[in-house]
């Protein structure tokens, strides 16, 4: 079974201490089974919640492919959701900007609150909602403009800057932050298409935060580059959560272990459990968790 009994406590140092002594939230069917701390309704707690869930069912015409998912997401937290293909992650990651809105025959069920704002009422401005929560793909998909239009898209589109010289601090700062800026400061006018694997994805990164979302979701951000770039990814992913939700999909259980403040693991459909990182690899409470992360399905 894939453990963290060698990793460097180090690794840890942001963990809060509560998480370790009430840990996981288990669930069968959808309906939790065994507790710790976790309300009725089955929502596995999280300080200072930026995102609640609740029963969150999804459909595609007929066919049923989330089953009665419920969990939050707090303020400042990386949470990593992990699980075999076609378990319902980034399906359920969909849900939380409403992306899944672009799939004819998608319909949702359930509750998810946004600073208790429920993002599925018919008031809801969509467009609002994905710059306050914004996504990263798993392919790099820079826009074919400059490195300088793609960043400053959004704000201008948004309104946010009175000036050029507005716009401009804009972009530094956000490719400042996504640790682009000095690497491309002397050709913000080349093209985007032009950088690297790992810079595009730095760079569609850099385009999500120059809206200041709340929430950046990430479906596999490293899943298409090399070791060396994944690395910068995620060191940049554990500076970024300083400031924001951070929810990541990955087929990398090393990768949740390494960055994840919690860890969510999905299959056939359902949250299974979830817990804070450390103590979810280290004992994992549900027989599915422990096969899954022993290796026996995947």
Same mark, same amino acid.
């Given at each position: ?31 939790? =089974? ?5 309300? =009725? ?13 609740? *029963? ?37 990651? *969909?849900? !939380?900007? $409403? ?29 609002? !909602? $994905? ?22 898209? @959004?704000? +201008?589109?948004?309104?946010?800057? *009175?000036?050029?010289? =507005? ?34 994805? +730095? ?8 809206? $200041? ?29 300083? =400031? ?17 403040? $919690? ?14 990182? *450390? ?14 992360? @022993? @290796?026996?399905?995947?």
């Amino acid at each position: 079974m894939f453990t963290l009994a060698n990793t460097p406590a180090t690794l840890f140092k942001d963990l809060p201490q509560s998480g370790l002594a009430a840990s996981h939230a288990i669930f069968s069917d959808g309906n939790p =089974e065994q507790t710790a701390s976790i309300p =009725e309704h089955g929502v596995m707690p999280a300080s200072n919640p930026r995102i609640m869930a609740s *029963r969150v069912n999804v459909f595609y015409g007929r066919k049923q492919a989330l089953h009665e998912v419920s969990i939050a997401l707090g303020k400042q937290e990386l949470v990593a959701f992990i699980g075999p293909s076609g378990c319902g992650k980034s399906t359920f990651l *969909r849900t !939380l900007n $409403r992306m899944n809105d672009t799939i004819d025959g998608c319909s949702v069920t359930g509750k998810i609150e946004l600073d208790g704002i429920d993002i599925y009422s018919p008031q809801m401005d969509v467009i609002e !909602l $994905r710059s306050r929560v914004g996504m990263v793909f798993q392919k790099p998909n820079p826009f074919p403009k400059s490195i300088y239009d793609n960043v400053a898209y @959004g704000p +201008r589109i948004h309104g946010m800057a *009175r000036s050029k010289s =507005e716009l401009d601090i804009i972009v530094e700062s956000a490719l400042t932050q996504a640790g682009l800026w000095n690497e491309v400061k002397d050709r913000l006018g080349h093209p985007a298409l032009g950088l690297s694997g790992g810079q595009q994805q +730095r760079l569609c990164i850099a385009r999500a935060i120059a809206v $200041r979302p709340e929430v950046i979701l990430m479906d596999e951000p490293c899943s298409a580059l090399d070791p060396i770039a994944t690395a910068t990814i995620e060191s940049l992913l554990l500076e970024l959560k300083q =400031e924001f939700t951070i929810v990541v999909v990955t087929h990398s259980m090393q990768q949740a272990a390494r960055i994840s403040d $919690r860890t969510a693991f999905f299959h056939m459909g359902k949250l299974i459990e979830s817990g804070w990182t *450390r103590s979810f690899f280290d004992n994992p409470g549900h027989p599915l968790t422990q096969q899954y992360l @022993g @290796g026996k399905f995947g």
